[in-house]
């Protein structure tokens, strides 16, 4: 009686506090929901405001003539003339490579001279890539400063000047101004800076605070500090106290969008409850609790009784387990065979018990020229002969450990160890070097790639190859002259010097495939997370592009985050788009992790494929390259397919 009571009293106590606790979750999910959207809606309206600017200012650049760099009068009356595009742009700067400047002002004012300006136009001659930049903030001046720059490029595309764009956009036109009502003060809309401070206010009477980080963000400094960076553009919302925050981040000019509600109003439904509703709920949670009892007790009866059974049935016969020894015997065992003869439906539903599979991966294991070990969870398996021979062990030995014990006494191991964990964790892939001294005192090194099996509940394979020899070879002249050192890829005159000879050996028209990749968000992770952590991101994209070259192709790094994938007897334009495709989802579930910072990376991939037989390796880089750059102007992330344009005739 006493643990009825007791039952029935926790059965209670859950019931309410179930029911204290749903009461609020629905609606706080719901006012989730809807401010994240109008958030996300915000910044692609703001995103969107940027890439036209971007668009006017790449359109007047196209129609600035390499020779006109030379004649600054030219090129300040060709912008004086241009009147129906300067009228968006505030001041318009053309530099050239050798430091000239030649500036222009619509409203006749003499142009500022500003620091912001000159350092976004000097990083985009450097690198010849778009910039979006912003103007200090000032105390006296109500309009806040965009910068635009876009490069100025030769025929041979050779980068010889920068044209720059400024727009004083008004705060107040940037965010969702709203009234004094009590719903409107309840959410605010603020634009915040890479360092807090404040750009914009939907409401008018904060308009003071611009300049200066807004006082709910100085009150919860740790709590913000963990939300999403400005380098990442999805939407991170945290409930602190009675507010909800929001934040997406805007990666190009690094503001981010921040959206407050007070939710203190909407979250009191328990507390409006009266009397006679509190008696109800109570009565309910007791009968709730009564039913759970009395099904509890029937569980526990049907529970019982399986129990009994199953322990009268192994008495009988032990379950049969897969020890060393087996697994041992299984790699050199006949493989499994199917029964035979059998129909064709038989076929169709013939399934592979766990005992056969497990036999066919131990002797694929003995096959391969490289080491393998098979792990489940975190103890190995099985250790291929070649694996106990670079290890130094006898296979059977190997069987049973874990790898802490398999790593223990080998230097750096324990920091190997939370490096392959990391990159499993961002990448979902892992390739590095380990130092292994074997028990024998030899010294080597081995070359540790992961291969996750499908399905999961397999294990994982690691496989290991003499890094000494690979050393060897790249260690050669001919080899470092013809590849990259970070990634190990050939280079680009390796790959120009390629597709030149494959262009030129195909009499008949042959069907090959380019996938110009590009990283998006690359520099603003460089410049965030740190070089090395960068060097990493271009390991990792260069390791996907190798795995899916096959055996004819080629993956080349071109230069900076660009690679190229070519692949050769391609049959199918739709197989080339859904491996570009395939591409850009790899890398948007990336997640790498430097110290605290979670960052969130994508690739933009232009492709296209065509017959190499007529064409010039050039065309088909520059036609791959310009779907890349669409793919980037379109929101980035995604794959756009080239064409192939007409190459003039020789004369």
Same mark, same amino acid.
């Given at each position: 009686?006493?643990?009825?009571?007791?039952?029935?009293?926790?059965?209670?106590?859950?019931? =309410?506090?179930?029911?204290?606790?749903?009461?609020?979750?629905? +609606?706080?999910?719901?006012?989730?929901?809807?401010?994240?959207?109008?958030?996300?809606?915000?910044?692609?309206?703001?995103?969107?405001?940027?890439?036209?600017?971007?668009?006017?200012?790449?359109?007047?650049?196209?129609?600035?003539?390499?020779?006109?760099?030379?004649?600054?009068?030219?090129?300040?009356?060709?912008?004086?003339?241009?009147?129906?595009?300067?009228?968006?742009?505030?001041?318009?700067?053309?530099?050239?490579?050798?430091?000239?400047?030649?500036?222009?002002?619509?409203?006749?004012?003499?142009?500022?001279?500003?620091?912001?300006?000159?350092?976004?136009?000097?990083?985009?001659?450097?690198?010849?890539?778009?910039?979006?930049?912003?103007?200090?903030?000032?105390?006296?001046?109500?309009?806040?400063?965009?910068?635009?720059?876009?490069?100025?490029?030769?025929?041979?595309?050779?980068?010889?000047?920068?044209?720059?764009?400024?727009?004083?956009?008004?705060?107040?036109? =940037?965010?969702?101004?709203?009234?004094?009502?009590?719903?409107?003060?309840?959410?605010?809309?603020?634009?915040?800076?890479?360092?807090?401070?404040? %750009?914009?206010?939907?409401?008018?009477?904060?308009?003071?605070?611009?300049?200066?980080?807004?006082?709910?963000?100085?009150?919860?400094?740790?709590?913000?500090?963990?939300?999403?960076?400005?380098? +990442?553009?999805?939407?991170?919302?945290?409930?602190?106290?009675?507010?909800?925050?929001?934040?997406?981040?805007?990666?190009?000019?690094?503001?981010?969008?921040?959206?407050?509600?007070?939710?203190?109003?909407?979250?009191?439904?328990?507390?409006?409850?009266?009397?006679?509703?509190?008696?109800?709920?109570?009565?309910?949670?007791?009968?709730?609790?009564?039913?759970?009892?009395?099904?509890?007790?029937?569980?526990?009866?049907?529970?019982?009784? =399986?129990?009994?059974?199953?322990?009268?049935?192994?008495?009988?016969?032990?379950?049969?387990?897969?020890?060393?020894?087996?697994?041992?015997?299984?790699?050199?065992?006949?493989?499994?065979?199917?029964?035979?003869?059998?129909?064709?439906?038989?076929?169709?539903?013939?399934?592979?018990?766990?005992?056969? %599979?497990?036999?066919?991966?131990?002797?694929?294991?003995?096959?391969?020229?490289?080491?393998?070990?098979?792990?489940?969870?975190?103890?190995?398996?099985?250790?291929?002969?070649?694996?106990?021979?670079?290890?130094?062990?006898?296979?059977?030995?190997?069987?049973?450990?874990?790898?802490?014990?398999?790593?223990?006494?080998?230097?750096?191991?324990?920091?190997?160890?939370?490096?392959?964990?990391?990159?499993?964790?961002?990448?979902?892939?892992?390739?590095?070097?380990?130092?292994?001294?074997?028990?024998?005192?030899?010294?080597?090194?081995?070359?540790?790639?992961?291969?996750?099996?499908?399905?999961?509940?397999?294990?994982?394979?690691?496989?290991?190859?003499?890094?000494?020899?690979?050393?060897?070879?790249?260690?050669?002249?001919?080899?470092?002259?013809?590849?990259?050192?970070?990634?190990?890829?050939?280079?680009?005159?390796?790959?120009?010097?390629?597709?030149?000879?494959?262009?030129?050996?195909?009499?008949?028209?042959?069907?090959?495939?380019?996938?110009?990749?590009?990283?998006?968000?690359?520099?603003?992770?460089?410049?965030?997370?740190?070089?090395?952590?960068?060097?990493?991101?271009?390991?990792?994209?260069?390791?996907?592009?190798?795995?899916?070259?096959?055996?004819?192709?080629?993956?080349?790094?071109?230069?900076?985050?660009?690679?190229?994938?070519?692949?050769?007897?391609?049959?199918?334009?739709?197989?080339?788009?859904?491996?570009?495709?395939?591409?850009?989802?790899?890398?948007?579930?990336?997640?790498?992790?430097?110290?605290?910072?979670?960052?969130?990376?994508?690739?933009?991939?232009?492709?296209?494929?065509?017959?190499?037989?007529?064409?010039?390796?050039?065309?088909?880089?520059?036609?791959?390259?310009?779907?890349?750059?669409?793919?980037?102007?379109?929101?980035?992330?995604?794959?756009?397919?080239?064409?192939?344009?007409?190459?003039?005739?020789?004369?």
């Amino acid at each position: 009686m006493l643990r009825f009571g007791v039952a029935l009293a926790l059965a209670c106590m859950l019931c =309410l506090g179930g029911l204290t606790h749903f009461s609020d979750v629905d +609606t706080l999910r719901d006012e989730r929901r809807q401010q994240e959207m109008a958030a996300r809606f915000v910044a692609r309206s703001l995103d969107t405001r940027i890439e036209t600017y971007q668009r006017v200012l790449q359109s007047m650049g196209q129609g600035v003539h390499s020779s006109m760099l030379d004649s600054p009068y030219v090129l300040e009356l060709l912008l004086r003339e241009d009147a129906g595009y300067t009228g968006i742009f505030d001041t318009l700067v053309m530099a050239g490579y050798d430091g000239s400047l030649v500036s222009y002002v619509p409203s006749g004012e003499a142009p500022a001279d500003s620091s912001a300006l000159r350092d976004v136009l000097r990083r985009t001659l450097n690198d010849g890539k778009p910039r979006v930049g912003q103007q200090p903030w000032e105390e006296t001046s109500p309009l806040l400063g965009l910068l635009l720059t876009v490069p100025l490029r030769q025929a041979d595309g050779a980068v010889r000047g920068a044209l720059a764009g400024v727009v004083r956009i008004p705060p107040q036109s =940037l965010l969702p101004q709203q009234d004094d009502t009590e719903d409107a003060q309840d959410q605010q809309f603020m634009l915040l800076d890479a360092e807090g401070l404040l %750009l914009a206010h939907s409401q008018t009477q904060n308009q003071q605070a611009l300049g200066h980080v807004p006082q709910v963000l100085q009150s919860h400094g740790s709590a913000w500090d963990r939300l999403s960076s400005t380098t +990442t553009s999805n939407a991170d919302t945290q409930l602190w106290g009675t507010l909800l925050l929001t934040r997406v981040g805007l990666p190009l000019p690094r503001w981010q969008v921040v959206v407050v509600r007070d939710v203190s109003a909407p979250l009191r439904g328990m507390q409006r409850l009266e009397p006679w509703q509190w008696l109800g709920l109570i009565s309910l949670a007791v009968v709730m609790a009564l039913a759970l009892l009395g099904m509890l007790e029937w569980l526990q009866r049907r529970l019982s009784r =399986l129990q009994a059974r199953n322990a009268l049935a192994l008495e009988g016969a032990a379950l049969p387990q897969l020890s060393s020894e087996g697994v041992q015997e299984a790699a050199t065992a006949s493989p499994p065979q199917m029964p035979w003869p059998m129909s064709e439906a038989s076929q169709a539903d013939y399934q592979p018990t766990v005992g056969e %599979l497990e036999s066919a991966l131990v002797q694929m294991m003995e096959a391969m020229p490289m080491g393998v070990i098979w792990a489940r969870g975190n103890v190995l398996h099985h250790a291929s002969r070649r694996a106990g021979w670079l290890l130094g062990m006898e296979p059977g030995a190997l069987v049973g450990l874990s790898l802490e014990q398999l790593l223990q006494g080998q230097s750096g191991a324990r920091a190997w160890i939370v490096q392959a964990m990391e990159s499993l964790i961002g990448f979902g892939q892992f390739r590095s070097e380990l130092g292994w001294q074997q028990p024998g005192g030899r010294a080597m090194g081995l070359q540790v790639q992961v291969v996750v099996l499908q399905p999961a509940e397999l294990g994982i394979l690691w496989l290991l190859e003499d890094a000494e020899s690979l050393h060897q070879i790249r260690g050669q002249a001919n080899w470092l002259d013809a590849h990259d050192r970070l990634t190990g890829l050939p280079n680009r005159q390796t790959l120009v010097h390629q597709l030149q000879a494959w262009c030129a050996t195909a009499a008949a028209p042959t069907p090959m495939a380019l996938l110009w990749v590009d990283v998006d968000y690359f520099t603003a992770f460089n410049a965030t997370a740190g070089r090395a952590a960068g060097d990493e991101v271009l390991r990792q994209v260069a390791w996907l592009l190798h795995r899916e070259r096959g055996l004819e192709g080629m993956a080349a790094r071109m230069e900076g985050d660009a690679f190229v994938l070519c692949l050769r007897q391609t049959q199918e334009e739709g197989s080339v788009q859904a491996l570009a495709w395939r591409l850009c989802d790899v890398a948007q579930a990336w997640s790498p992790r430097v110290g605290p910072q979670c960052y969130a990376l994508g690739l933009s991939v232009g492709w296209l494929r065509t017959e190499v037989a007529g064409v010039s390796a050039p065309a088909l880089l520059r036609a791959a390259e310009a779907a890349c750059r669409e793919a980037k102007q379109q929101g980035q992330g995604r794959a756009v397919q080239g064409r192939m344009q007409a190459e003039p005739r020789p004369q």
